[in-house]
Structure formats: C-alpha cells, structure tokens
C-alpha cells in the first residue's frame, strides 16, 4: 500500500504560479508510477500528467502541455507539479495517485484516460484555486 500525500495548493490570481508536492512512502519509490489529476467543482476528474520514478519520463495532458512541469526528487520520495500561468479553469482539488510498475507494465499517457483504474493509490488532494 503506498501512502500518499499532497501539498501546497492556495489560491492565486490569474497568470500566477504554484508548486505541488506529493510524497510517496510505504512502498518502494523507484517501483512507482505517479500521476497528478485534478477535479473541479461538478465536473469529471481529469488525468494531469505521469512520471515515472526513477526515470522521470513524463506525459501530459493537452490542457496543460506548455504550462505545467512535473518532476521529482527522488531522495525525497516526492514528485512536484509546477503550475505556470494559471488560469481561472484551472481551479480544482489536485490529487496525487501511483501504482506499482509491476501492476501495470507501462507508465504512459493510457493512465490518465483509459487505464485510470490501474492507479490503486491516491492522496486526500490539496485545493488550487485561480481568481480572475
């Protein structure tokens, strides 16, 4: 079982910035796939981006490709989400999930659509919010 928890959600103004934290424990983090979601008041939850432990290879989703900057520390056992020129749509609960590289064979874009249902760990989500 691996725990997870997020931080540094706030509130901002339009074009501002934030930085996400999630630490991983419980689990071995070089085993680990992660990804960031985020689900807004009434709407769906949507996929954000994956990393890779270890390796770092990341994806993201379209909505936020040019914006947001996933990354990780792995001595730390954290990866981040650096959100850049934030806009009011991004206003959300930001959640942290991971799964065992050995439960779902490939950390790639599928995670955050399709294959969501792989990711059998997740945060208790930190509130980001933009005003305009």
């Known amino acids: 079982q691996v725990q997870l928890v997020e931080s540094g959600g706030g ?23 992660l990804a ?5 008041a009434g709407r769906e939850r949507e996929g954000v981006a994956t990393i890779r432990a270890g390796s770092g290879t990341s ?6 490709k040019g914006r947001f900057t996933v990354s990780q ?5 954290t990866i ?6 934030l806009k009011p749509e ?4 930001y959640y942290c999930a991971a799964a065992s590289i ?3 064979n490939h950390c790639d874009p599928s995670l955050l659509t399709s294959r969501v249902g ?15």
């Open 102 to 104: 050995f439960a779902i």
């Open 11 to 33: 509130s901002v103004q339009d074009g501002g910035s934030l930085r996400l934290s999630c630490v991983a424990s419980g689990y071995p983090y070089g085993n680990l796939c």
């Open 73 to 77: 520390d792995n001595a730390k056992n």
């Open 59 to 64: 994806y993201y989703a379209d909505s936020v």
């Open 118 to 132: 792989a990711l059998r760990n997740w945060g208790q989500g930190t509130q980001v919010i933009v005003s305009s």
């Open 80 to 85: 981040y989400l650096e959100m850049n020129n």
């Open 90 to 93: 991004d206003t959300a609960m």
């Open 36 to 40: 960031w979601f985020r689900q807004a």
